[in-house]
């Protein structure tokens, strides 16, 4: 959007475009996911999925004491008055986020790779429905469409599904992409046709100056910008310490595998919320992933996590041919309250952030870059930027 408003831009990046967190994720866009990790219903769950070393949300032993901090901003963002606040400033910034995907989708003619087949949320018993009803009232709150289902309105929206779901939720604003990794490569097209440039460079660290900002490469080299934007996902916080802001972002370690297109025919995204994971019908494959794993930026990956995901889609689509997948590992930069920082740096107004989206960073990306225009452009931003402060921590 920088480029749009004839601005020079250069991308930095370390391996290239789209090929890290979007390149594997799971092709939605989810405005009506409203609703902060830290709620009740989340917290409901955590001690069975603890307990299992395979479960939605897993945490390494050795990594705990690290993370103690984190989890107990996590635990404090789930009272009631924050929880509240984050939920109607996530609202606002999904009313947002599809205004301003819409319209990017027309001007960089990738809307042919959008797909309008809404979502399915699925439950195994009524107590499980039940519980996810104060949700579904909270996102009603603001405007989100929705309506439960069953028997044969639920065979229909699902043909083959397991019998063990008795009940659904269809949620027919949801969103889904072709496939994300060409949806970036779609969009990066658009922006090098309005002069963008990309340097395949690791930055090493930023740092302030008269005129805007330096960036030091891991080479030795330096380039000067006049504005700098650090959207760097889980490694923002590396590069922000220096600017005087220390963020607390963690990593949710992501898995999937994408089987080929002919393994089960997936109508629309199916949401197994119970078991942290879903199921994405892609132009490329079928996409079955999710799931947590609290584990930073070092740790090899535990393909166990997208196997165990694979072995419950089996079950859960009775005939899913489970042969010739591709596993991923991507990793979501995720703060305690659910929303991302987006704003100036402390000590740099030249700078801007943009990063901790956790898993919504396709869904929210289109608003991000007109928050980020506005900054830099010094314009008036849509919505309150003050719930996503950088230095509200």
Wanted: charged share 20%.
């Amino acid at each position: 959007m920088l480029a749009e408003a004839g601005r020079s831009v250069t991308v930095f990046d370390r391996t290239g475009i789209c090929k890290e967190t979007s390149s594997g994720n799971a092709a939605a866009f989810a405005f009506s996911d409203v609703l902060p990790l830290a709620h009740k219903g989340m917290m409901r769950h955590l001690p069975k999925w603890l307990a299992d070393p395979l479960g939605p949300l897993s945490i390494p032993p050795a990594y705990l004491p690290k993370l103690l901090p984190w989890l107990l901003r996590f635990w404090r963002a789930g009272a009631p008055e924050k929880y509240e606040a984050s939920l109607a400033a996530q609202a606002g910034m999904m009313k947002l986020a599809e205004a301003e995907w819409m319209g990017l989708l027309d001007r960089s003619g990738t809307r042919l790779m959008l797909r309008e087949d809404g979502s399915l949320e699925l439950y195994e018993s009524e107590a499980e429905f039940q519980a996810g009803l104060p949700g579904w009232a909270a996102r009603e709150r603001f405007g989100i469409g929705f309506r439960h289902v069953e028997g044969d309105e639920l065979a229909r929206l699902q043909p083959g599904l397991s019998p063990r779901f008795i009940k659904g939720t269809f949620v027919p604003g949801w969103k889904t992409v072709a496939d994300p990794k060409l949806l970036g490569k779609g969009v990066w097209a658009y922006a090098e046709r309005l002069g963008a440039r990309f340097e395949k460079a690791r930055i090493e660290r930023v740092a302030a100056n008269p005129d805007g900002a330096t960036l030091t490469l891991t080479d030795g080299t330096t380039r000067q910008a006049r504005h700098l934007v650090v959207a760097a996902g889980a490694w923002s916080h590396l590069l922000t310490k220096a600017l005087g802001d220390t963020i607390p972002l963690e990593t949710e370690r992501g898995y999937n595998t994408t089987l080929p297109k002919t393994a089960f025919d997936v109508q629309r995204m199916l949401i197994f919320s119970g078991h942290g994971f879903v199921i994405t019908p892609l132009e490329t494959g079928l996409r079955v992933g999710g799931a947590v794993e609290l584990g930073g930026l070092d740790r090899p990956p535990n393909f166990a996590r997208s196997k165990a995901m694979l072995e419950k889609a089996r079950q859960f689509l009775p005939g899913l041919d489970a042969s010739g997948g591709r596993e991923w590992m991507g990793y979501r930069p995720s703060l305690p309250d659910s929303l991302p920082v987006i704003g100036t740096a402390r000590t740099a107004p030249n700078v801007v952030y943009a990063f901790g989206h956790g898993h919504l960073g396709l869904t929210q990306a289109a608003a991000s870059g007109r928050l980020i225009r506005d900054l830099v452009l010094g314009q008036t931003s849509p919505i309150d930027l003050a719930p996503f402060s950088p230095q509200r921590f």
